[in-house]
């Protein structure tokens, strides 16, 4: 007796006794049916009892029953697989709707305009003069995404480091902010000038960060030397926490950004990197082609001195440009552009109304006073 207890134990005593209950399964309903009117009893008629519990429709051919519940069983959980997948789907739209803009949310693009922008705030002012021309919103404080990276520009520039020096992608510059991605893998050595270029020309995230981190005194010094140069360019609602924009803590006003720019277009270095259509880089055996993420630079009626795109869910699309229009250096600040060639098409119609301007008559507001002026 305790040896068969022993082999119950080690075999399952479950297992064992629905084996069992399987086996006598064919027999007690064969039983049955020979007692009553000679039909196999339907499923739903088992009786009562303890045999009853083997009392279940068995396919005759014994072996074929395990290949059909196995595959029923896999369909059974593909299809749930399946179904939780879809549901869950569901229940991220229906729960986490597309987060609005800041702008948006703040009700801006409500602010009707003559020229009907699509942007929540924009932004023209005379570059020589300081005459504004456009002013929608300008001193709303909103993200900036991107545009951060040409202040970022701006004070690797300025601390006179070497552009030849190599620098090297690490776990250090790895988004965690948003989980975007890059083409520069872990290990990748660039130059410094490599990296300033992909940070201004097609806003590499990984890049901009590496530029910070390799500052005096490392990405802490950095973005505190970011912060100064904003307060000396009288930037008073700027404020940056990182070097690349995807933070949404890196906020500031149309007004700021005007000066930024001012500021960005006295270095040449900054307005070449910035506009130039494309570039490579050659990485081990690879070579990597980049495209400016402004499509205006390819157009032959456009003169762009100078241009930085952004973009995160909080900023909306965002552009900042200095161009050469009816004869006027020209800077262009357009924030929370809701869909994805938004900004551009504002830009396109700021340079149709400037074209049409006479700029002969002093511009006034709809008050009849002078337009006020951006000055550094």
């Not at 959980?77 to 739209?93: E, I, P």
């Not at 229906?94 to 800041?102: E, L, M």
């Not at 995160?312 to 262009?332: F, P």
Request: hydrophobic share 40%.
């Amino acid at each position: 007796m305790l040896a068969w207890g022993k082999w119950l134990r080690s075999r399952g005593w479950l297992s064992v006794l629905i084996a069992c209950l399987v086996a006598a399964g064919p027999a007690t309903v064969d039983a049955a049916a020979k007692k009553g009117d000679g039909k196999r009893p339907a499923a739903t008629s088992v009786s009562k009892g303890k045999k009853a519990a083997g009392k279940r429709p068995v396919a005759r051919k014994a072996k074929a029953a395990p290949r059909a519940k196995t595959k029923a069983k896999k369909q059974a959980v593909t299809a749930s697989a399946k179904q939780r997948g879809k549901s869950s789907v569901r229940r991220v739209a229906a729960v986490v709707p597309a987060r609005p803009s800041y702008g948006h949310a703040f009700g801006l693009h409500e602010t009707a305009d003559p020229l009907g922008l699509k942007s929540s705030v924009a932004l023209v002012v005379d570059q020589d003069t300081g005459e504004v021309l456009i002013n929608k919103n300008a001193q709303a404080v909103l993200p900036i995404a991107s545009l951060t990276k040409l202040m970022t520009a701006l004070v690797v520039i300025e601390a006179q480091q070497p552009l030849d020096e190599v620098l090297t992608i690490t776990a250090e510059d790895v988004d965690t902010e948003k989980g975007s991605s890059s083409r520069l893998a872990l290990g990748t050595r660039l130059t410094r000038g490599e990296m300033l270029h992909l940070a201004l020309m097609s806003s590499e995230n990984r890049a901009a960060n590496a530029l910070g981190r390799h500052y005096p005194g490392g990405l802490p010094a950095f973005v505190e030397a970011m912060n100064r140069k904003a307060r000396e360019l009288g930037m008073q609602d700027t404020r940056y926490v990182e070097p690349t924009g995807l933070s949404s803590r890196n906020q500031s006003t149309a007004r700021d950004l005007a000066l930024l720019v001012k500021a960005a277009y006295q270095y040449p270095l900054i307005r070449e990197l910035s506009t130039s259509p494309e570039y490579g880089v050659a990485i081990g055996k690879r070579q990597l082609h980049y495209r400016n993420t402004n499509g205006l630079v390819y157009k032959d009626d456009w003169d762009i001195g100078l241009q930085k795109t952004g973009y995160i869910s909080e900023a909306g699309r965002c552009l900042v440009m200095q161009a050469q229009l009816a004869g006027r250096k020209l800077i262009m600040v357009f924030l929370d552009s809701a869909g994805r060639y938004s900004r551009i098409g504002d830009a396109e119609r700021v340079r149709r109304w400037i074209e049409e301007l006479d700029f002969s008559r002093d511009m006034e507001t709809e008050d009849g006073d002078p337009m006020p002026r951006v000055t550094s």
